[in-house]
Nanobody, 126 residues
């Protein structure tokens, strides 16, 4: 059993930066591929970024490439999402999620996500 808790959200002006954290409880965090997702009001949840167990591979949605960076610290059971040059369209609730086989293949597969956090709100003002 793994519990995920996001933090680091808030209100920021366009062009600003935030770093989200996803703290995992329980053992074996390093066995889990991790992902970040977001959901804006009246929109479906969408993929943002993913990282493999070791951090050796990452994947990003086209909308955030070059602006967001996913990383992880297995020694501290934490995954991160560094968000730079934020835009109003980035406003959403951001969720982290994990799965042992989530990023086993060439692309992350959301069907293999096992655990989700409760989300953290990010609001970008224009």
């Amino acid at each position: 059993q793994v519990q995920l808790v996001e933090s680091g959200g808030g209100l920021v002006q366009a062009g600003g930066s935030l770093r989200l954290s996803c703290a995992a409880s329980g053992r074996a965090f390093s066995r889990y591929d991790m992902g970040w997702f977001r959901q804006a009001p009246a929109k479906e949840r969408e993929f943002v970024a993913a990282i493999t167990q070791s951090g050796g591979r990452t994947s990003y949605a086209d909308s955030v490439k070059g602006r967001f960076t996913i990383s992880r610290d297995n020694a501290n059971n934490t995954a991160y999402l560094q968000m730079n040059n934020l835009k109003p369209d980035d406003t959403a609730v951001y969720y982290c999620a994990g799965g042992i086989y989530y990023y086993n293949g060439p692309r992350p597969d959301p069907r293999n996500l096992d655990y989700w956090g409760q989300g953290t709100q990010v609001t970008v003002s224009s």
